[in-house]
């Protein structure tokens, strides 16, 4: 009697258990939370959004100033290449209205001078070529070389000479 009676008394006990887990904070598949269910699972933190936003502004910013200082680069380089073709224009123009007695021959250096009246003359003589008496009487303004379409390419000027 004694055996039934503990029989008894475990299967009241086995009812009369409640579980102290409350059934809504229970997961039927805990495999698919987004954080760790039991003491094994694996650490996860809480990341800092103001940190990653903060870190992602930087990257962007170096990134931008990067391709920004790029294209300046480029633009600065337009600018000399402007500046070179409008110089180009302007002894091309100079040239053509100066007095000169001969056919320019292309692919042949040419100096351009300035006289005392403040006319242009193209010559075959450079400015360390003139005798002593002509020293005085031409300024010269560049060295320049007849291309194959007719303009003039500058291979120095006075400016760059002082």
Same mark, same amino acid.
């Not at 650490?43 to 800092?48: C, F, Q």
């Not at 303009?151 to 002082?162: F, R």
């Given at each position: 009697m004694k055996k039934e009676a503990d029989k008894n008394a475990k299967k009241s006990s086995k009812e009369d258990f409640i579980n102290p887990i409350d059934p809504d904070k229970v997961a039927d598949n805990p495999h698919s939370l987004e954080y760790g269910h039991h003491v094994g699972s694996a650490? %996860?933190?809480?990341?800092?959004v103001g940190k990653q936003k903060g870190r992602a502004l930087s990257a962007m910013e170096h990134q931008t100033d990067q391709q920004l200082n790029q294209i300046y680069e480029q633009m600065k380089l337009l600018a000399d290449q402007a500046k070179k073709i409008n110089k180009r224009k302007e002894i091309s123009e100079q040239i053509y209205q100066a007095n000169f007695r001969f056919e320019p021959i292309i692919n042949h250096e040419y100096h351009l001078y300035e006289d005392a009246n403040g006319e242009h003359v193209l010559s075959i003589i450079g400015p360390t070529?003139?005798?002593?008496?002509?020293?005085?009487?031409?300024?010269?303004?560049?060295?320049?070389?007849?291309?194959?379409d007719h303009?003039?390419? %500058? %291979?120095?000027?006075?400016?760059?000479?002082?």
């Open positions: 650490a %996860i933190k809480a990341e800092d070529q003139w005798g002593r008496s002509k020293t005085n009487t031409y300024n010269w303004l560049a060295t320049v070389k007849l291309l194959a303009t003039w390419e %500058i %291979i120095q000027t006075s400016e760059e000479k002082s």
